[in-house]
Nanobody, 116 residues
Framework: QVQLVESGGGLVQAGGSLRLSCTVSRGIFSITSMGWYRQAPGKQRELVALITSGGTTNYAESAKGRFTISRDNAKNTVNLEMNSLKPEDTAVYYC??????????WGQGTQVTVSS
């Protein structure tokens, strides 16, 4: 059984920083990518940052220059360092793992709230 556990969300003032972490349970093979998505109230879920098994990264335009995604393959952990946070970053952030270009596994989500 695959489980993803997120941590690191919370309340922060604009301009502050947070570091999100997502740990995937052991026993997963052929991980294509690991990434972070977010969903704000009344909006669709969107990609924030993605990192492939080969280390290639992809960021939402709004995240470029402020967020950094990284992965610890040995620990099956993906991190998202978020700096210079803005109120518009407020959302529930979800970790996702894609296996073999076919299977998606999602975490429960962690709330990030940025006050102005």
């Amino acid at each position: 059984q695959v489980q993803l556990v997120e941590s690191g969300g919370g309340l922060v003032q604009a301009g502050g920083s947070l570091r999100l972490s997502c740990t995937v349970s052991r026993g997963i093979f052929s991980i294509t990518s690991m990434g972070w998505y977010r969903q704000a109230p009344g909006k669709q879920r969107e990609l924030v940052a993605l990192i492939t098994s080969g280390g290639t990264t992809n960021y939402a335009e709004s995240a470029k220059g402020r967020f950094t995604i990284s992965r610890d393959n040995a620990k099956n952990t993906v991190n998202l360092e978020m700096n210079s946070l803005k109120p518009e970053d407020t959302a529930v952030y979800y970790c996702k793992v894609v296996v073999a270009l076919k299977y998606d596994y999602w975490g429960q989500g962690t709330q990030v709230t940025v006050s102005s």
